[in-house]
């Protein structure tokens, strides 16, 4: 029996490990000159980024932060933090990006559960931290961030990021070590129980940055980046790396642009004065600002934005596009580093492609990037066929998923059942690998003995003139089992009743694109839908509120 030929290695070959540092190195080779710029208040080209990144590694080893130790980092999106993305995982210790979102409860015990050493906090956000400190258990030191006062607070710093940045020199031997040395960790909440923490390597993160960077440059697709690009993110740095984009951007040398605490005045300046030309956030954030009095008033058509964590209506698309803005979708989880695969039009489909066939394909789930391997699958753990109606759950192989939830074996297994892990989406995929999320698998409505998506719903209503958010629910029903409803937050001054939403529906019915089942029975008229700690609708809340 033959068996694969091993490579034998020469003693004196130096076996490369993927290591988060060759992504930072790769920022001074081509564009050494593009600038990192925070809100309207700083600005620097990568030379002096990669030698404030030095001065915080040697700042790290100075207050005590050994290979291995976890740091706890609070602030919003800034310079700070995307430098402690690099930092802190190339001095060999973890990065742990704590959501200040979450309840006070909730970040004690992710900070505890993580056995945060050292925790960097920004000025504004010390309320939070001094709630928990004194039942914190493992937290040594702490490091203050601040925009330029130093507030009085009970907790002890052992000093002011900026004071200790320039106490040190600007260069750092950072070390090799095995690229499966885990780099970051983080928590996701779930419906039910405490946060879960998922965990990446070095290995993990380096390869999703060159599979994510050679998909959206190399594919031909609506949406394509290089290092021309001018990014700004709008969803939050503790939120999965942010996507993997401030790794991406950093590695392709983008200029890029922070913009702190999310205000709407500041991130429309920045996206206008800064000439942003790509973004990334949830649907709620777009629809903030594309449902904005004074959209109109500017020229958005440079500005690419990809769009996740929750579906995109179709109606919310619509509104995009006509103001210039080129949107689309990407997927994927906590769990997923995150990205698993974009929407995908490439020049051919746009020439044959109505309108609203491109609009319906950029909120589709899209194609998997590379290296990914998606299937949907039945409970039994059989792959389903690919034949754009049978459903199924979304389970995926990829080298950047995370190998299981932190300390936490039980839910590790569940979650990595016959070797997939296990996304909790039902999907229905196209003969040409086209993925398309028919609705969370706790959010599936059974109604009248029929399975009901309340995406496919909610994208229906989004496409009302005058719908600002819609997000539909089942409700429990003593006949039916469940039945659908709808909470809906309109335009401004927009006249819209529950019949007018009823009779759209019932066209769509009339049509055979929708079952009858899927009308729902209740429509509220709201001023906001409640939200989870990432923008993402909060359906468990609303399902609560209904009940």
Request: glycine share 6%.
């Amino acid at each position: 029996m033959k068996t694969s030929r091993i490579i034998e290695r020469t003693p004196s070959a130096y076996s490369y490990p993927l290591l988060i540092k060759s992504l930072l190195e790769n920022s001074l080779k081509f564009y050494p000159d593009n600038e990192i710029i925070y809100r309207d208040s700083l600005r620097m080209n990568y030379r002096e980024f990669n030698k404030r990144v030095a001065r915080l590694a040697n700042s790290l080893t100075a207050i005590g932060v050994k290979e291995g130790d976890i740091v706890g980092v609070i602030d919003f999106d800034s310079h700070r933090y995307l430098e402690l993305y690099f930092a802190i995982p190339m001095i060999g210790a973890v990065l742990h990006t704590i959501n200040y979102r979450l309840s006070p409860q909730q970040i004690l015990y992710t900070m505890n559960h993580a056995e945060d050493k050292i925790v960097f906090c920004h000025e504004e956000l010390l309320p939070l931290l001094e709630a928990v400190s004194s039942e914190l258990e493992t937290v040594e030191k702490y490091v203050l961030l601040t925009d330029g006062k130093v507030p009085t607070s009970s907790i002890s710093f052992v000093g002011e990021y900026e004071k200790l940045l320039s106490e040190q020199k600007d260069t750092y031997d950072y070390p090799s070590f095995d690229e499966d040395t885990m780099a970051s960790l983080f928590y996701t909440t779930g419906t039910t129980g405490l946060p879960k923490g998922v965990y990446f390597s070095h290995r993990q993160l380096v390869l999703h940055t060159i599979a994510a960077a050679m998909t959206l440059g190399a594919q031909d697709n609506v949406v394509n980046i290089s290092s021309l690009d001018n990014y700004m993110p709008i969803t939050p740095m503790f939120h999965v790396h942010a996507w993997g984009f401030p790794y991406i951007a950093t590695f392709l040398g983008m200029k890029q642009v922070y913009p702190g605490k999310y205000e709407p005045e500041m991130l429309v300046k920045l996206i206008q004065t800064e000439k942003i030309t790509i973004s990334h956030c949830v649907p709620t954030i777009l629809g903030m600002l594309v449902n904005s009095p004074i959209a109109t008033k500017f020229d958005w058509s440079k500005w690419k934005v990809i769009i996740g964590g929750s579906a995109l209506p179709q109606g919310l698309a619509r509104s995009a596009l006509k103001l210039g803005i080129s949107v689309m979708v990407g997927y994927g989880m906590s769990e997923t580093c995150p990205v698993l695969s974009l929407a995908h039009i490439n020049a051919a489909m746009l020439a044959e492609m109505t309108e609203e066939q491109q609009l319906e394909e950029r909120c589709k789930t899209g194609r998997p990037i590379a290296m990914v391997e998606m299937q949907i699958m039945d409970e039994n753990g059989n792959f389903l066929p690919w034949d754009g109606e049978t459903m199924g759950e979304i389970v995926v192989r990829t080298p950047w998923l995370t190998q299981g939830y932190f300390k936490e074996e039980e839910r590790s297994e569940e979650l990595w059942e016959h070797g997939y892990l296990h996304t909790g989406d039902i999907a229905t995929v196209e003969p040409n690998g086209t993925f398309l999320i028919r609705d969370r698998k706790k959010d599936v409505i059974k109604t009248g003995g029929e399975w009901v998506s309340s995406l496919e719903i909610e994208n229906l209503i989004s496409q009302i003139s005058g719908i600002a958010e819609v997000a539909v629910v089942g409700i429990p029903h003593e006949k039916w089992q469940e039945r659908p409803a709808a909470l809906v937050v309109l335009k401004a001054e927009a006249d819209i009743s529950k019949d007018m939403i009823i009779s759209h529906l019932e066209k769509s019915v009339a049509s055979g694109d929708l079952s009858k089942w899927a009308v729902p029975d209740e429509v509220r008229f709201v001023t906001e839908i409640p939200k989870t700690s990432v923008g993402k609708i909060d359906k468990k809340r609303i399902r609560a509120d209904f009940a």
